[in-house]
């Protein structure tokens, strides 16, 4: 079984990070978000995969060939983004042999087993409870969780099962002939082609799609979710240094959890809590939390709280010498 990985977005919604740096290798508790999908997917015995390219494409693919050595890979470019539809449609001819495939967007990490999915008899997809699922692929299901009907982002939604971007298709040609039924009619939801509507033109052929829930789901696509996944993930004990194995930081505190890497210069200051820190950054006098601080950052005299710092970033801030009298109040926020 191939595994689809579309990582070709330009990730608007996470600049200025993503100007330089493509969204899927923007880090979360000490490696890229991409490494939590790879990783999970070879944990569970894949290791043929397909990553769908374009806006920063050639970092992706240097990343990728570099850090997993040992797994199969192949790289299209989506020359034009057209959405989610269009990139498995840019993918087709490596696909179009293919008894299964795996899709798992690239922008997201997930908590779920699985085997449940390599297991399941059907075509099936990951689904989620949201409070507000309009901005999301929503799905219906039946009694016993099949999935009877698939919408992009609907204004009224009859459910509040969001789609979190892991699918199972078994009928493989039948999904290529979906997406090229909504490229060749130009059907597009929200200006674009979406897979939910090819998903949607399958249970229209009465094919079967099971629904199978997820236990956590984070959709980085945004700078509060990335923090949010940030905390989560260094709450589990395998994510965050351990107390006794981090170096002794010159007059520094550090309030666990935290991930710092390697080779950092750390000095009078407090870290934490949930804050992680790239590899060779250089941070004195500062206080630090719930933040993600990037390799080769150069922090000195700051205060940073629910933060996100880029590579090679630095920041320096003002020594303040105040006469403050009775009964003032001053905020520097």
Not at 143 to 167: C, D, M, Q
Request: charged residues 20%.
């Amino acid at each position: 079984m191939k595994v689809v990985i579309p990582v070709a977005g330009a990730g608007t919604r996470l600049r200025p990070h993503t100007y330089t740096q493509p969204k899927p290798l923007m880090p979360v508790a000490g490696k890229p978000i991409i490494c939590f999908i790879i990783d999970k997917l070879v944990e569970a015995g894949i290791h043929d995969f397909v990553f769908v390219i374009g806006y920063l494409g050639d970092k992706i693919r240097d990343f990728i060939e570099e850090t997993y050595p040992t797994i199969q890979t192949e790289f299209v470019y989506q020359e034009h983004r057209e959405g989610s539809g269009h990139a498995i449609w840019s993918a087709r001819e490596v696909l179009e042999d293919e008894d299964e495939v795996f899709i798992a967007f690239g922008d997201t990490i997930f908590e779920v087993d699985l085997q449940q999915f390599i297991q399941c008899p059907h075509s099936c997809i990951g689904l989620k409870k949201v409070s507000d699922p309009r901005d999301f692929g929503v799905a219906e299901c039946d009694a016993e969780g099949k999935i009877t009907r698939l919408v992009e982002k609907p204004k009224i939604p009859k459910s509040n099962l969001a789609l979190v971007g892991l699918y199972k298709i078994k009928e493989v040609n039948a999904l290529l002939k979906a997406v090229e039924h909504l490229v060749h009619n130009n059907i597009r939801t929200v200006g674009e082609f979406q897979l939910t509507d090819a998903l949607q033109h399958l249970l229209e052929q009465q094919i079967t799609i099971q629904g199978i829930h997820v236990d956590n789901w984070f959709d980085c696509g945004r700078k509060e979710v990335l923090l949010e996944t940030n905390a989560m993930l260094l709450n589990q004990h395998e994510y965050s240094n351990d107390a006794f194995n981090l170096p002794a930081f010159e007059n520094t505190i550090i309030i666990h959890p935290v991930n710092i890497s390697p080779c950092c210069r750390i000095s009078n200051s407090i870290i934490g809590p949930h804050v992680t820190i790239g590899k060779n950054a250089d941070l004195n006098h500062v206080i630090v939390q719930d933040s993600i601080i990037g390799n080769f950052a150069v922090l000195k005299d700051v205060v940073l709280r629910h933060s996100v710092v880029g590579i090679d970033a630095s920041i320096r801030g003002m020594n303040l010498s105040l006469n403050i009298g009775d009964n003032t109040e001053i905020d520097f926020d």
